[in-house]
């Protein structure tokens, strides 16, 4: 069982919009009415109603940050994507050879963008394609993973027990040894390889370098409304989870620390957790 992390009071269920009030001319003296503004007070409920995926009201501070980090984002990306292209190449060369199929896997997750309603930015959920490289034998069937995620959301520990292939690891909260997963799938796991072709995704503009993972639309499904504010912000190839166990976390935790990030996110955590990243790649922490 994960250590349990402290999250601070995040509620961010209203703000204040402007909106203009049109009155009539004075006609009596010849001059023209004229708009004045007056302030409204719009809530989440309300935003939801005219839109359903609205998350959370965004900081209209955080503007600076946010365009920092893409420029980040950005050069950060181009960069490894010509490094690692040849690494990249080898790994899709390897993956044909070890089993039938594309090298490339793509899946639909969801994530979030800035929106703006009435002049003030939310956080809206979305779907975008997400790219990796192929683990698992193609069209391999998810019943078992979507299983597995239903106990790990709901903290069934007794059912994660039972759907856990691997003995040894019962107690853990991932998938270990799962039978889809291949040859060369297994080590690309482990080192994180496979998280390569999500530069793209972060080059599109769908996800970030640093940022809660996006999750599979059945993952979502679950989920309670308080785990909806891990939305709050880009989603990220790396985040507070990959640094923090994965697999030894639970999901209320890994929620916890992504709302957490939501609220504290600055350019020196993201460089921070970057850095943090390497190494447990390299060990291969908490990766199945």
């Known amino acids: 069982m994960g250590q349990q992390v402290g999250i601070s009071s995040f509620n961010p269920t209203a703000a204040t919009v402007s909106r203009d009030a049109v009155h009539g001319s004075s006609r009596d003296r010849g001059v023209m009415g004229r708009k004045r503004h007056r302030e409204a007070t719009v809530t989440l409920d309300h935003l939801m109603t005219i839109d359903p995926n609205a998350v959370s009201f965004a900081g209209a501070d955080r503007y600076g940050y946010f365009y920092l980090k893409r420029i980040i984002d950005l ?3 181009a960069f490894a994507l010509i490094t690692l292209l040849p690494l990249m190449i080898i790994i899709a060369i390897l993956i044909c050879l070890d089993s039938s199929g594309p090298a490339i896997f793509v899946q639909k997750r969801v994530g979030a963008r800035r929106r703006y309603y009435n002049g003030k930015p939310y956080w809206q959920r979305v779907e975008f394609n997400f790219y990796k490289f192929r683990s698992m034998r193609q069209n391999a069937d998810t019943d078992l993973h979507e299983k597995f995620v239903a106990a790990y959301i709901s903290g069934d520990t007794n059912k994660m027990a039972e759907i856990q292939p691997d003995e040894e690891k019962k107690g853990e909260f991932k998938l270990s ?14 080192t994180s390889l496979d998280e390569l072709p999500q530069l793209w995704n972060v080059l599109q503009g769908d996800m970030s370098l640093v940022g809660p993972r996006p999750a ?4 979502v499904e679950q989920y309670q ?3 909806m504010q891990r939305f709050a912000t880009m989603p990220g190839i ?4 990959q640094v ?5 976390v639970t999901f209320d935790d890994m929620v ?13 955590q993201d460089i921070g ?3 943090w990243t390497l190494p447990s790649a390299f060990i291969g922490k908490g990766a199945r």
């Open 238 to 241: 790396t985040g507070p989870w």
């Open 244 to 248: 923090s166990g994965r697999s030894q």
């Open 177 to 190: 040894r799962d039978p889809r997963v291949t040859k060369i799938g297994h080590f690309l796991r482990k």
């Open 216 to 219: 599979i639309p059945y993952e």
């Open 75 to 77: 050069v950060l990306t």
């Open 273 to 275: 957790i970057i850095l």
């Open 225 to 227: 409304p308080w785990h």
């Open 256 to 268: 916890r620390l992504d709302v957490r990030y939501t609220q504290t996110q600055s350019v020196w």
